[in-house]
């Protein structure tokens, strides 16, 4: 594995003669439908939020891989450092160059432990800059797996649909490691509200596990269900049914629920989210804490969800546009 100059490192200067640096970039992902069944084999749906971005600069540099960030809420995190530095490590093997002589400082706008899929947008930025630097271009497939791979690292063995969504331009319908990238017809707007609870996705994946074990047929049920929805959902999002895709988050709320990772605090801002207007709410991401989305109809203002939201207790709102869109807005 390779090494890392301490904790909080800043970038050291750069190896005499070599100038060139290195960019990249890459943005945070929302996970609409099929989070936690896509653990289990089932297709889930995410969508690209370009407008929250994470950007990484690689220079060369005398000795081994550091890595430095500009967001204290990541540099807080003990261990923070390991799928940084495993992304340089690995986009150099692939490119056939020894693993040393590299920093990548990052800036990253995405939040830390919220369900934007933060490490694999940071990941997605290194795995750029670093080819950048070496002037190699890398496919959409190769910056998937360089991602996933570092990823691996802090996070055990997760589904891959945070990482192949931080390197699409478009929703992605994924399923064991298959993607197809579409276009949502949806109008109106997603809503985002963070619960303010730091969500351990690798605490409920395995409690969803457990669960599994415990109670088999009714885990099964459950997950078959969630895989199903996301299905029909991704129908209902590429002609623009907003009614059917709020009833499908709904649904998918529930099911989520009975697996046993929603929270209070998600079922507070859901509750808020629906009782305001939104056609849909539900937790997104790992859950147990992080952040819900409610879906705002096309016309609707969001004004009443916000102010519903805001006042059943969201650290954060964020606006973010159905179709994923590099130009679109959040607030
Ligand atoms: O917590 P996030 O945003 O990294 O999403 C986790 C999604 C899960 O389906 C629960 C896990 C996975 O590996 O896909």
Redesign the pocket.
């Known amino acids: 594995m390779a090494s890392v100059i301490g904790l909080n490192a800043h970038r050291p200067p750069p190896r005499p003669g070599a100038a060139v640096a290195g960019h990249g970039r890459s943005h945070a ?1 929302l ?1 609409l439908f ?6 289990h084999g089932h297709p ?1 749906i995410a969508v690209p939020v370009h407008a929250i971005g994470a950007e990484a600069d690689a220079v060369p540099v005398g000795g081994a891989l550091s890595v430095s960030s500009d967001d204290a809420a990541i540099t807080a995190r003990e261990g923070w450092q390991d799928v940084p530095v495993m992304a340089i490590a690995a986009t150099l093997r692939r490119l056939g160059l020894p693993e040393e002589g590299v920093h990548a400082s990052i800036r990253s706008r995405v939040p830390a432990g919220r ?3 933060s490490s ?1 947008a940071v990941a997605g930025a290194i795995v750029a800059a670093v080819a950048d630097l070496h002037g190699a271009e890398l496919d959409r497939q190769t910056r998937f797996e360089l991602v996933q791979e570092a990823e691996r690292v802090a ?1 055990g ?6 990482a192949r969504t931080t390197v699409a331009d478009r929703a992605v319908a994924f399923q064991r490691g298959a993607v197809r990238e579409f276009d949502i017809a949806l109008q109106g707007s997603f809503v985002v509200a963070d619960t303010g609870v730091h ?1 351990s ?1 690798r605490r ?2 395995a409690d969803v596990r457990a669960l599994l074990e415990r109670e088999p047929e009714r885990a099964e049920t459950l997950l078959d269900r969630l895989g199903a929805i996301a299905v029909d959902a991704e129908r209902a999002l590429r002609v623009g049914d907003a009614q059917a895709t709020g009833g499908m988050m709904d649904e998918s709320q529930r099911i989520l629920r009975e697996l046993g ?1 929603s929270s209070v605090e998600i079922e507070a801002l859901v509750t808020a989210a629906t009782g305001a207007g939104a056609l849909g709410a539900k937790l ?4 147990q804490g ?1 952040c819900i989305v409610a879906l705002i109809g096309d016309g609707d203002d969001a004004t009443a969800v916000t102010e519903a939201l805001r006042a059943a207790g969201a650290a954060g709102i964020w606006s973010v546009p159905p179709a994923p869109h590099p130009s679109g807005t959040t607030t």
């Open positions: 992902k996970i099929g989070e936690h069944s896509v653990v889930a369900g934007f899929g694999a996070h063995n997760p589904s891959g649909l945070d969500g996705t409920a994946v990772v997104s991401g790992g859950g992080g």
